[in-house]
C-alpha cells in the first residue's frame, strides 16, 4: 500500500525548533518529488516547500524561506522539514504529499505543531 | 505569490450540479495547464480530485469535472451526493517549482 507517514509534531515555545519527518512507504520513493503543505487552524491549505526525487533541489515559499529547510534521506525514504524560529503563525497540521507532474497525488495524514508559550 | 480565489461556500441539492470557481492571473491559472482540485473533510487530508484541469484519477466518480477558461478554473460535481460535502481546493503551478492554493470552498449538500 503506497503510505505516507508525518511525525515530529509537537508543542513548543517561540523561537524554538522542531524537525518533522515523512515516512514513505509502498513506491520507489526516490523516483518522485515530495513537497509539505501546511494548514492553519479554520485556515486553507499553503504549499511550504518541494524536493526533487535526489534531494539536490529545493525550493521553499516566500513565507518561510530563512526558517524552514527541506530535505530527505533515499535509503530510509523518508523526507524532513526543519523549522527554526518558530512563530505563533506557524501553528498548522503540516501534511507530506507525493509528487506525480504536476500535482500531489497521495497524501500523509498530518503532524500538529502548536507554538504557544 | 497571492492566493487563488474561491467563493468560501457553495451548496446544492442532492442530484443537483454544482460548479466551484476558481480564479487566478496570467501568472498561475492562467499560464499553465496544471491546475488541481481537492477534496479535504473534517480532520482529514486532502484527496486529489482533479489534476491537470480535467484529468480524474483512478477511483474518483466520473460525477467531478474541471475546466479552466482564462485565469478562471472550475470544478463540477454533477448528480450531488451526501457524501460529497467536504471543503474543496483548487491548485495551480506557478513556475520555478512553486505552487499556490485556493483559499478553499466549503460545499453544503442541502
Known amino acids: 500500500e503506497v503510505q505516507l507517514v508525518e511525525s515530529g509534531g509537537g508543542l513548543v515555545k517561540p523561537g524554538g525548533s522542531l524537525r518533522l519527518s515523512c515516512a514513505a512507504s509502498?513506491?520507489?520513493?526516490?523516483?518522485?518529488?515530495m513537497i509539505w503543505v501546511r494548514q492553519a487552524p479554520g485556515k486553507g491549505l499553503e504549499w511550504v516547500s518541494w524536493i526533487s526525487g535526489s534531494g539536490s533541489y529545493v525550493y521553499q515559499a516566500d513565507s518561510v524561506k530563512g526558517r524552514f529547510t527541506i530535505s530527505r534521506d533515499n535509503a530510509k525514504n523518508s523526507m524532513y522539514l526543519q523549522i527554526n524560529s518558530l512563530r505563533a503563525e506557524d501553528t498548522a497540521v503540516f501534511y507530506c504529499?507525493?509528487?506525480?507532474?504536476?500535482?500531489?497525488?497521495?497524501w500523509g495524514q498530518g503532524t500538529t505543531v502548536t507554538v504557544s508559550s | 505569490q497571492s492566493a487563488l480565489t474561491q467563493p468560501p461556500s457553495a451548496s446544492g441539492s442532492p442530484g443537483q450540479s454544482v460548479t466551484i470557481s476558481c480564479t487566478g492571473t496570467?501568472?498561475?491559472?492562467?499560464?499553465?495547464?496544471?491546475v488541481s482540485w481537492y477534496q479535504q473533510n473534517p480532520g482529514k487530508a486532502p484527496k486529489l480530485m482533479i489534476y491537470?484541469?480535467?484529468k480524474r484519477p483512478s477511483g474518483v466518480p466520473d460525477r467531478f469535472s474541471g475546466s479552466k477558461s482564462g485565469n478562471t478554473a472550475s470544478l463540477t460535481v454533477s448528480g450531488l451526493q451526501a457524501e460529497d460535502e467536504a471543503d474543496y481546493y483548487c491548485?495551480?503551478?506557478?513556475?520555478?517549482?512553486?505552487?499556490?492554493f485556493g483559499g478553499g470552498t466549503k460545499l453544503t449538500v442541502l
Open positions: 491548485n495551480s503551478y506557478v513556475g520555478n517549482y512553486n505552487w499556490v
Open positions: 496570467s501568472s498561475d491559472v492562467g499560464a499553465y495547464n496544471y
Open positions: 509502498g513506491f520507489t520513493f526516490s523516483s518522485y518529488y
Open positions: 491537470e484541469v480535467n
Open positions: 504529499a507525493r509528487g506525480s507532474y504536476y500535482t500531489f497525488d497521495i
